[in-house]
Each structure stands twice: as C-alpha cells, then as structure tokens.
C-alpha cells in the first residue's frame, strides 16, 4: 500500500482526534455535552484509533471501518440536528448512576443533584449551526477521506 493511499485516511484520523478535542475544549469551557453529544464522540475515538492501527498494519479494511465510524458520527449529528430543529423527538430518559442500594434520600438527593442538559436545546452555535450540526458536516468530510483513502488502495 502507498503513502499516498494512507494519507487521506491519517488525515480523517487526525480530524477525528481535533474534533475530539474541540469537544472537550467546549466542555471544559462550560459547555457539558449532552447524551447525544456523547454519542457522537465514540464513533471518532474509533476512527482516531484506526488511524494508529493503520500506521502499524496498512489494510483497506481499515480505512473501510474509519469511513464507516466518520458516517456514523455524522448519522448522530444529523439526527441529534434534528432534535435541535425540532424536526423530530429526541430521547425521552436520561441516564444516571445505578439506583440498587439507595435509600430513598440517597435517591433523590442524586436526582436533584443531577445536571439536566437537554439534547433539544443548542448550546452554542456558529452561522447558525450547532455543534451537532457542525460535527456533521466535518463528519461527512472525514468520511470522504477515508472513502478515498480506500479507493486509492485498491488501484
């Protein structure tokens, strides 16, 4: 396998791992995420992740899986985009710790001691996009990295 197949697909890795860390930038400046938002980031720690395999075993299979992580993510961003806009309905429960073992003032002291962010507000946006959307987008353009990425290394 080529450099030049592999380096599209480091890039969408490298992208992958700055938008991990935007994320916690927003959060460390006070911007808790949301159940959505953290959906979101898995997909990318997966891709980050591929990306170091593939410094170690260059395999088209792995710049697949990257491709497959980017569209993920920018799945979750679509849809949690839509929550925001109101286009549809979002998750309905939150989580929060295990309950077995609490006594019931254990319980509602966790309750009311529990941040509520709720995935239908925009906590903060740019042009008019949200995070979410934002992810989205960087998302899809990650995907096409490692989409090409692929496509270079079957020629």
Do not use: K
Not at 10 to 16: E, K, R, T, V
Not at 65 to 76: D, H
Not at 82 to 99: A, D, N
């Amino acid at each position: 396998m080529t450099g030049s197949a592999r380096t599209p697909a480091l890039l969408a890795a490298l992208g992958s791992a700055l938008l991990l860390a935007g994320a916690f930038g927003f959060q460390l400046a006070g911007y808790p995420p949301c159940h959505l938002c953290w959906l979101q980031r898995y997909p990318h720690f997966v891709a980050a992740g591929l990306g170091i395999v593939l410094l170690v075993v260059p395999s088209r299979w792995i710049m697949a899986l990257g491709a497959l992580a980017a569209l993920t993510t920018a799945g979750l961003g679509l849809f949690h985009t839509g929550v925001e806009r109101g286009w549809w309905e979002g998750p309905t429960t939150c989580t929060s710790g295990g309950i077995s073992g609490l006594s019931v003032q254990d319980l509602m002291a966790q309750i009311d001691g529990a941040p509520l962010i709720r995935c239908d507000e925009v906590a903060w946006q740019l042009a008019g996009l949200s995070m979410a959307s934002w992810n989205a987008l960087f998302s899809l353009l990650l995907a096409v990295l490692w989409i090409l990425a692929f496509r270079r290394a079957s020629a």
